[in-house]
């Protein structure tokens, strides 16, 4: 396989979740907007981001994991435990910015959202009917 190829592949499966996890970063690095100013529904709106955001980083690494050979079980192990890891990182990285605090419970909130797109993937994903099935595998998931 030659050197352009290789590039071609490896930014076509990294590529995306290099971007996805910078716009993570960037998203934790400014103050926080107000989603309502009900308590709960402004914390619904937050949790949930944090829910989608780590768990759509876990489908992109869980692809780029298979399309480099890894098995499917293995890869979404991978998946949840890089993403629920980088989700730690930048709560940690939130200590140092102003206007925003680290919190154990989003790390927890990121792996979740990491398990249930993995799950998705991994376990739901291949037993859909075939049409969605073609699809998951045009994008690289099955």
Do not use: C, N
Not at 19 to 43: E, R, T
Not at 44 to 58: Q, R
Not at 77 to 87: E, N, T, W
């Amino acid at each position: 396989m030659g050197v352009k190829i290789r590039l071609h592949k490896f930014l076509d499966l990294w590529l995306p979740v290099i971007l996805w996890a910078a716009f993570i970063f960037k998203l934790s690095s400014g103050a926080v907007p107000v989603a309502s100013h009900i308590f709960w529904q402004d914390f619904a709106v937050k949790k949930t981001g944090h829910f989608i955001l780590f768990g759509f980083l876990a489908i992109l690494i869980y692809r780029g994991l298979i399309g480099y050979g890894m098995k499917k079980k293995k890869a979404a192990f991978y998946s949840v435990f890089l993403a629920f890891f980088y989700g730690a990182t930048d709560e940690f990285h939130q200590i140092y910015t102003q206007g925003r605090e680290a919190r154990v419970r989003d790390v927890f909130i990121d792996g979740l959202g990491a398990w249930a797109a993995a799950y998705f993937v991994y376990g739901l994903l291949p037993k859909f009917p075939k049409k969605i099935k073609i699809w998951g595998s045009r994008l690289g998931f099955i």
